[in-house]
């Protein structure tokens, strides 16, 4: 069992940045492809991006094309807390965002991949 817990959320002004973190619990973190989801009223949730595992040491992540270029993942995998790093926000990046966790090791961008949820935080960007 993985428990998730996101913080980091907030208001800030587009062009602004906020990084999310989200903490997890079991000792097998590292294994497990991290993803952010993001979600608005009476829409789908929204692949944000993922960061896996390949081979023994190394990671890689990937991004849905909407924050390419803006938005970066990262991990620590001592401390069990992924990160989203989020820059020049814009007003449609508002939303509750998700930290999610699975086994599958690669390409997980749909929400069914995924086995674990964190509770979500509010990111609004005002324009």
């Known amino acids: 069992q993985v428990q998730l817990v996101e913080s980091g959320g907030g208001l800030v002004q587009a062009g602004g940045s906020l990084r999310l973190s989200c903490a997890a619990s079991?000792?097998?973190?590292?294994?497990?492809?991290m993803g952010w989801f993001r979600q608005v009223p009476g829409k789908e949730r929204e692949f944000v991006g993922a960061?896996?595992?390949?081979?023994?040491?190394?990671?890689?992540?990937y991004y849905a094309d909407s924050v390419k270029g803006r938005f970066t993942i990262s991990r620590d995998n001592a401390k069990n807390t992924v990160y989203l790093q989020m820059n020049s926000l814009k007003p449609e990046d508002t939303a509750v965002y998700y930290c999610?966790?699975?086994?599958?090791?690669?390409?997980?961008?749909?929400?069914?991949?995924?086995?674990?949820w964190g509770q979500g935080t509010q990111v609004t960007v005002s324009s």
């Open positions: 999610a966790a699975t086994a599958v090791g690669s390409k997980a961008i749909e929400s069914y991949n995924y086995d674990y």
């Open positions: 079991g000792r097998t973190f590292s294994t497990y492809t």
């Open positions: 960061i896996s595992r390949i081979g023994s040491y190394a990671f890689y992540a």
